[in-house]
């Protein structure tokens, strides 16, 4: 573990029990949660991370130790099994990944964020490690990450979309967005579409 001023953070590894404060972070940082305006429950929590069914971790916290273990920040990933030239390996996405408003002024730079990047690529990504990082940052995570963590652009990928015919209601315009074999698609948002944070749930039912 080490320590970085002015808040002596702690940095380390997730362990059982940081879930709520992990949490708790999430919404200070997303402020109303997921875009349909709730909170991040625990239960989609534990699917995403607990219940991950290469049973590995990859998250890396940020800890106010004198904030009674407050999660400062976060840079976490979620492993999957990917096959790579004849073998199993493994890939992680990453996700997640945040710095609460209150710890962004104060540390010099490179900043909390590509600080604990940094220390999470060091730590599984690499030559013996997990083969390959991958995910879709938004444009601020982009910069920094370009700038500091090697970020590159693997391909650009194409977004078909159709304008909708009326006003999408508040809480459903994320639900217009599909993924098919081909790839992410657009499709008209229905009052039958379910929110985008709730379409883990189908993950877990039978075919």
């Not at 030559?127 to 652009?153: C, F, H, K």
Request: charge should be positive; charged fraction near 25%.
């Amino acid at each position: 573990m080490e320590t970085a001023a002015p808040y002596d953070l702690t940095f380390r590894e997730y362990r059982p029990g940081d879930e709520a404060a992990i949490l708790d972070c999430f919404q200070r940082v997303f402020d109303v949660g997921t875009p349909e305006a709730r909170p991040r429950t625990m239960d989609h929590w534990h699917w995403q991370y607990a219940k991950n069914p290469t049973a590995l971790r990859r998250i890396l916290l940020a800890v106010d130790e004198r904030a009674g273990g407050r999660v400062a920040a976060q840079y976490a990933g979620v492993p999957v099994r990917m096959f790579d030239r004849g073998a199993t390996t493994i890939a992680t996405q990453a996700v997640d990944s945040m710095v609460d408003p209150a710890y962004r002024r104060g540390l010099k730079r490179p900043g909390l964020f590509a600080t604990l990047g940094a220390r999470w690529y060091a730590k599984w990504i690499h030559t013996d490690g997990d083969r390959l990082a991958y995910g879709i940052p938004v444009p601020q995570s982009w910069r920094i990450g370009n700038a500091l963590l090697r970020y590159e652009i693997v391909r650009t990928q194409p977004i078909l979309f159709r304008e909708p015919d009326a006003p999408i209601p508040a809480g459903r315009a994320s639900g217009s967005a599909a993924w098919s074999r081909r790839g992410p698609s657009s499709t008209r948002s229905s009052p039958r579409s379910p929110p985008t944070s709730d379409m883990w749930q189908f993950a877990t039912r039978p075919s």
